[in-house]
Nanobody, 126 residues
Framework: QVELVESGGGLVMAGGSLRLSCTAS????????IAWFRQSPGKERDFVAA????????YYTDSVKGRFTISRDSAKTTMYLQMNNLTPEDTAVYYC???????????????????WGQGTQVTVSS
Protein backbone atom coordinates (compact mmCIF):
# COMPACT_ATOMS: atom_id res chain seq x y z
CA GLN A 1 0.00 0.00 0.00
CA VAL A 2 1.28 3.44 -0.95
CA GLU A 3 -0.13 6.67 0.42
CA LEU A 4 0.57 9.74 -1.70
CA VAL A 5 0.43 13.29 -0.39
CA GLU A 6 0.68 16.27 -2.72
CA SER A 7 1.60 19.86 -2.08
CA GLY A 8 2.62 22.98 -3.94
CA GLY A 9 -0.47 24.08 -5.79
CA GLY A 10 -1.72 27.64 -5.78
CA LEU A 11 -2.57 30.74 -7.76
CA VAL A 12 -0.04 32.12 -10.22
CA MET A 13 -0.04 34.65 -13.03
CA ALA A 14 0.34 33.49 -16.61
CA GLY A 15 4.01 33.04 -17.40
CA GLY A 16 4.81 32.12 -13.82
CA SER A 17 6.07 28.88 -12.30
CA LEU A 18 5.02 26.38 -9.66
CA ARG A 19 6.55 23.20 -8.36
CA LEU A 20 4.30 20.40 -7.20
CA SER A 21 5.52 17.72 -4.82
CA CYS A 22 4.19 14.26 -4.09
CA THR A 23 5.54 12.27 -1.18
CA ALA A 24 5.06 8.55 -0.71
CA SER A 25 4.60 7.40 2.84
CA UNK A 26 6.35 4.21 3.80
CA UNK A 27 7.51 3.29 0.33
CA UNK A 28 10.04 4.50 -2.19
CA UNK A 29 9.05 5.13 -5.77
CA UNK A 30 11.83 2.86 -7.04
CA UNK A 31 9.48 0.02 -7.81
CA UNK A 32 6.66 2.13 -9.17
CA UNK A 33 5.77 3.88 -12.35
CA ILE A 34 4.86 7.41 -11.25
CA ALA A 35 2.87 10.07 -12.99
CA TRP A 36 1.03 13.35 -12.84
CA PHE A 37 -2.48 13.81 -14.17
CA ARG A 38 -4.76 16.83 -14.17
CA GLN A 39 -8.49 17.37 -14.28
CA SER A 40 -10.52 20.47 -15.04
CA PRO A 41 -14.21 20.82 -14.07
CA GLY A 42 -16.41 18.77 -16.35
CA LYS A 43 -13.47 17.12 -18.09
CA GLU A 44 -11.74 13.79 -17.88
CA ARG A 45 -8.55 13.24 -15.95
CA ASP A 46 -5.71 13.79 -18.41
CA PHE A 47 -2.15 12.53 -18.47
CA VAL A 48 0.55 15.15 -17.92
CA ALA A 49 3.87 13.38 -17.33
CA ALA A 50 5.34 10.11 -16.08
CA UNK A 51 8.53 8.32 -15.12
CA UNK A 52 8.80 4.61 -15.81
CA UNK A 53 10.24 2.50 -13.04
CA UNK A 54 12.31 0.61 -15.60
CA UNK A 55 15.09 2.86 -16.84
CA UNK A 56 13.66 6.07 -15.44
CA UNK A 57 12.43 7.24 -18.84
CA UNK A 58 10.20 10.31 -18.82
CA TYR A 59 7.10 10.98 -20.88
CA TYR A 60 5.03 14.12 -21.40
CA THR A 61 1.83 15.11 -23.04
CA ASP A 62 2.53 17.38 -26.01
CA SER A 63 1.02 20.52 -24.49
CA VAL A 64 3.54 20.61 -21.62
CA LYS A 65 6.72 19.52 -23.39
CA GLY A 66 9.45 22.08 -22.87
CA ARG A 67 7.56 23.72 -19.99
CA PHE A 68 7.05 20.97 -17.40
CA THR A 69 9.62 18.63 -15.89
CA ILE A 70 8.86 15.50 -13.89
CA SER A 71 11.52 14.22 -11.51
CA ARG A 72 12.04 12.32 -8.28
CA ASP A 73 14.56 12.79 -5.49
CA SER A 74 17.55 10.52 -4.94
CA ALA A 75 15.83 8.74 -2.07
CA LYS A 76 12.94 8.19 -4.46
CA THR A 77 10.30 9.01 -1.90
CA THR A 78 9.26 12.33 -3.41
CA MET A 79 8.34 13.18 -6.96
CA TYR A 80 8.06 16.63 -8.43
CA LEU A 81 6.44 18.46 -11.27
CA GLN A 82 8.21 21.69 -12.13
CA MET A 83 5.85 23.83 -14.18
CA ASN A 84 7.19 26.86 -16.02
CA ASN A 85 5.61 29.38 -18.38
CA LEU A 86 2.16 28.49 -17.10
CA THR A 87 -0.93 29.45 -19.09
CA PRO A 88 -4.61 29.65 -18.06
CA GLU A 89 -5.12 26.37 -19.94
CA ASP A 90 -2.97 24.67 -17.28
CA THR A 91 -5.56 25.47 -14.62
CA ALA A 92 -6.75 22.18 -13.08
CA VAL A 93 -6.55 19.92 -10.08
CA TYR A 94 -3.27 18.03 -10.35
CA TYR A 95 -2.97 14.46 -9.08
CA CYS A 96 0.06 12.26 -8.58
CA UNK A 97 -0.30 8.56 -9.18
CA UNK A 98 1.75 5.40 -8.84
CA UNK A 99 1.52 1.83 -9.98
CA UNK A 100 3.93 -1.06 -9.83
CA UNK A 101 2.65 -3.24 -12.63
CA UNK A 102 1.40 -1.24 -15.60
CA UNK A 103 3.01 -1.65 -18.98
CA UNK A 104 4.22 1.06 -21.32
CA UNK A 105 1.00 1.19 -23.32
CA UNK A 106 -0.93 1.92 -20.10
CA UNK A 107 1.30 4.73 -18.90
CA UNK A 108 -1.08 7.50 -19.99
CA UNK A 109 -4.24 5.75 -18.82
CA UNK A 110 -5.45 6.90 -15.39
CA UNK A 111 -7.42 3.68 -14.92
CA UNK A 112 -4.16 1.74 -14.85
CA UNK A 113 -2.89 3.40 -11.67
CA UNK A 114 -3.66 1.91 -8.26
CA UNK A 115 -2.51 4.74 -6.00
CA TRP A 116 -3.52 8.39 -6.07
CA GLY A 117 -2.90 11.55 -4.14
CA GLN A 118 -5.72 13.78 -2.98
CA GLY A 119 -5.11 16.41 -5.64
CA THR A 120 -3.83 19.97 -5.49
CA GLN A 121 -5.41 22.96 -7.23
CA VAL A 122 -3.38 24.95 -9.72
CA THR A 123 -4.96 28.18 -10.96
CA VAL A 124 -3.29 30.33 -13.60
CA SER A 125 -4.73 33.79 -14.09
CA SER A 126 -4.39 35.73 -17.32
Amino acid sequence: QVELVESGGGLVMAGGSLRLSCTASGRAFSNYNIAWFRQSPGKERDFVAAIRKSGGYTYYTDSVKGRFTISRDSAKTTMYLQMNNLTPEDTAVYYCAADARLILSELRNPSAYDYWGQGTQVTVSS
